[in-house]
């Protein structure tokens, strides 16, 4: 069955970094685009950013375009959403999703990340 | 990339019929066929109920039905059930391998 395990979450220093895992299995990675979302405790989803099946082409909101980078590995079945120059407003729960016809089929459990000193 | 329009809250009752809106502009909803719509129970990761406006991913019961007018997309849910009460939020397509969603809408099943 379709898996997505994500780890790296935690608690990180303003201005600190952190990088987000997503292991996937059950189906063929290199078939899917994927993307990043997330949700304050509490509030809304926010979409992230969107990563091409071939890793090659990367899209960000406007939230975190030039401080979090999203990259995949097809080999070992993983994408990552590395976190720089992060903010309190970063706080959230940090979600991975395969994507399926512009929706969002399959999703992580997501991982917290909490940005405080 | 503004978040499209949802009513923070709606209800109704066991086994009748609750419409979700969803309002965003040309340059998303109206742009575009893309529009999908998820069910979050507290705790939970989202679950996928519609795509492409009206279709449904297999497992998702025929009493949800998505639908679109001009820049407003719909969520009708049919024959409303205790475990369908949940949070909602839209997503669509902006373009230029851009998503954003909707402020989600909490639903009450009374």
């Known amino acids: 069955q379709v898996q997505l395990v994500q780890s790296g979450g935690g608690v990180v220093r303003p201005g600190g970094s952190l990088r987000l895992s997503c292991a996937v299995s059950?189906?063929?990675?290199?078939?899917?685009?994927m993307h990043w979302v997330r949700q304050i405790p509490g509030k809304g989803l926010e979409w992230l950013s969107f990563i091409q099946a071939d890793g090659r082409s990367k899209y960000y909101a406007d939230s975190i375009k030039g401080r979090f980078t999203v990259s995949r590995d097809n080999s070992n079945n993983m994408l990552y959403l590395q976190m720089n120059n992060v903010r309190p407003d970063d706080t959230a729960v940090y979600y991975c999703a395969r994507d399926f016809n512009w929706g969002c089929d399959h999703w992580g459990r997501g991982t917290l990340v909490t940005v405080s000193s | 990339q503004s978040a499209l329009i949802q009513p923070p809250s709606a209800s109704g009752s066991p086994g009748r019929s609750v419409t979700l809106s969803c309002t965003g502009t040309s340059r998303d909803v109206g742009g575009y066929n893309y529009v999908s719509w998820y069910q979050q129970h507290p705790g939970k990761a989202p679950k996928l109920m519609i795509y492409e406006v009206n279709k449904r991913p297999s497992g998702v019961p025929d009493r949800f039905s998505g639908s679109k007018s001009g820049n407003t997309a719909s969520l009708t849910v049919s024959g409303l059930q205790a475990e369908d009460e949940a949070d909602y939020y839209c997503n669509s397509y902006a373009g230029s391998n851009i998503w954003v969603f909707g402020g989600g809408t909490s639903l009450t099943v009374l």
């Open positions: 059950g189906f063929t990675f290199t078939d899917y685009r």
